[in-house]
């Protein structure tokens, strides 16, 4: 059974980089046809896609975020980092890494809640 698992600062400063790591265990990121996201809920908000990095190692990104993301991965180790530039306190949330393996996020991490404020 995959299971995610994100880690990473709660605390971010205005304009400095949001880093989050995603571990996954029992199942390999680089298995054909699986997709492994990012998405946040801003409090009070609805979800909202960030980007994916394919099996492949392509990545995909959100046209609104775009410019300042960057999704990496580490397939020694099996996870994914998503890097998230400029932030302000608009970038406050809850971050969820997943899987995509059937059209939709199937399978989520329990998310962290990441913070932006000086």
């Known amino acids: 059974q995959v299971q995610l698992q994100e880690s990473g600062p709660g605390l971010v400063k205005p304009s400095q980089t949001l880093s989050l790591t995603c571990t996954v265990s029992?199942?390999?990121?680089?298995?054909?046809?699986?997709?492994w996201g990012w998405i946040r809920q801003p409090p009070g908000k609805g979800l909202e896609w960030i980007g994916y990095?394919?099996?492949?190692?392509?990545?995909y990104y959100s046209p609104s975020l775009k410019s300042r993301t960057s999704i990496s991965r580490d397939t020694s180790v099996n996870q994914f980092t998503l890097q998230l530039s400029s932030v302000t306190p608009e970038d406050t949330a809850v971050y969820y890494c997943?899987?995509?393996?059937?059209?939709?996020?199937?399978?989520w991490g329990q998310g962290t809640l990441v913070t932006v404020s000086s």
């Open positions: 997943a899987r995509n393996g059937l059209g939709y996020f199937e399978v």
């Open positions: 029992g199942g390999s990121i680089t298995t054909n046809y699986y997709y």
């Open positions: 990095i394919a099996y492949s190692g392509s990545t």
